[in-house]
């Protein structure tokens, strides 16, 4: 995006591998991607959609930072196999966790995921165009932290090598999109493949 180029290197410093549509960028903690969140996530409802392409099995027991919004949203494949979709808390007194097993994921295989919260409402995330995993949000997410913006292929408090993989084809939206929605754009990536 234009804005972000005072924030990231020039696209030479990055790998880029063939995608979903075009060519996807490849990301780990050593060489991430920052995008603005002001005006782009709010706390109160969103999505946040993604190509992902891991260079690494699910059952590797490694853990892999794949997005943060701010210091309170965050998408990591865990210790145990699972894709995890955390809120924390501004005041760090509640968590809510979405996760879903993704133990039998190989490296080089593309899937489609999204994040998706609304404030008194769920956190939800999607695998693939399909609702894997659905939390109460408990965790009253009522600021972003601009500064740290969204990080993509790492995050702004999990240590490690990040998300070693590739991305492409993101999509932030400011409303919650439908599971329908999801599908929709999930299709759109599969076509021709």
């Known amino acids: 995006a234009p804005d972000t180029e005072d924030f990231n290197p020039d696209d030479a410093a990055y790998d880029f591998v063939p995608g979903r549509a075009g060519a996807a960028v490849r990301l780990d903690a050593s060489l991430p991607l920052f995008h603005p969140t002001v005006g782009r996530v709010e706390p109160e409802a969103g999505t946040i959609e993604l190509w992902l392409r891991p260079d690494w099995n699910g059952n590797d027991g490694e853990e892999h930072a794949v997005l943060s919004a701010g210091l309170l949203l965050h998408l990591l494949k865990t210790t145990s196999g699972h894709l995890a979709a955390v809120i924390v808390s501004e005041h760090l007194d509640a968590t809510t966790v979405a996760a879903t097993d993704v133990a039998s994921w190989r ?4 899937h489609h995921v999204a994040v998706a919260w ?3 409402g769920n956190l939800e995330l999607f695998v693939d165009g399909a609702l894997a995993a659905s939390s109460p949000l408990a965790a009253r997410w009522t600021a972003v932290e601009h500064s740290y913006g969204l990080l993509l292929g790492t995050s702004s408090v999990v240590q490690g090598d990040g998300l070693v993989g590739a991305v492409d084809e993101v999509r932030i939206s400011s409303s919650v ?9 999930w299709q759109a990536g599969t076509a021709g493949t």
């Not at 999109?177 to 754009?185: D, K, Q």
Request: aromatic share 6%; hydrophobic share 20%; charged share 30%.
């Open 107 to 110: 490296g080089g295989d593309w």
């Open 177 to 185: 999109r439908n599971p329908s929605e999801i599908r929709v754009s």
């Open 118 to 120: 609304q404030e008194h």
